[in-house]
């Protein structure tokens, strides 16, 4: 029988509200009767696409990303609006970022990037470029597209030299799959 770790909420403490997180304190009362606090940042969401091409290249972006001071490869990945549909943001997101009109989209699930102090749900898809059309990035992104074959992004993601979880992990899921496929059985 599992044990219940549950620790339930006494107070919440809201110290910052913005535009696409919110931080707050809570006190909780712990399994063992004690209480504790949590720090929690309240995320609205995102959502992150690998785009295949024929020639089996995955679509990326080059941006500048400030906490981290860093320009980091990335696929193709943005925040979700407030009850919009994940598939339509990604398909949005896509559009947006690389010029890629996707068909054949699949979920590949959900990932908690960083469950200990943020509640952010990241939903993953897979798709095939259908065409190409012209980028129309938001006006305060700044990418460059790149096309790198999925074998080599997923050397790229196992040796770290991409640091971004989000890419690291849906690399690896495509590159796992079209390895299925290739025997008969997904994507």
């Known amino acids: 029988m599992e044990k219940d770790f549950t620790e339930h909420t006494l107070s919440q403490n809201y110290v910052y509200r913005g535009r696409i997180l919110c931080t707050r304190v809570d006190e ?21 696409v690998a785009a295949l091409t024929p020639q089996e290249e995955l679509l990326f972006v080059r941006q500048y990303r400030y906490p981290y ?24 997101e896509l559009r947006e970022e690389t010029g890629a009109v996707g068909k054949a989209y ?23 470029v259908e065409r190409m059309e012209e980028m129309c990035p938001d006006e305060d992104e700044f990418l460059q597209m790149q096309r790198i074959p999925l074998a080599e992004a997923e050397k790229m993601a196992l ?3 991409i640091p971004d979880a989000k890419t690291q992990v849906l690399v690896l899921k495509v590159a796992a799959l079209r390895r299925d496929k290739k025997r008969g059985n997904l994507l």
């Open 69 to 92: 001071g860093e320009t980091l490869l990335e696929l193709p990945a943005g925040k979700l609006e407030k009850g919009e549909d994940p598939l339509e943001a990604g398909k949005r």
């Open 159 to 161: 040796s770290g030299e």
């Open 106 to 128: 699949r979920s590949l699930g959900v990932m908690y990037p960083s469950p200990g102090f943020c509640d952010e749900v990241l939903h993953l898809y897979a798709c095939d």
């Open 28 to 48: 909780v009362e712990l399994p063992s009767g004690a209480k504790a606090s949590r720090e929690v940042i309240e995320h609205v969401g995102g959502v992150c």
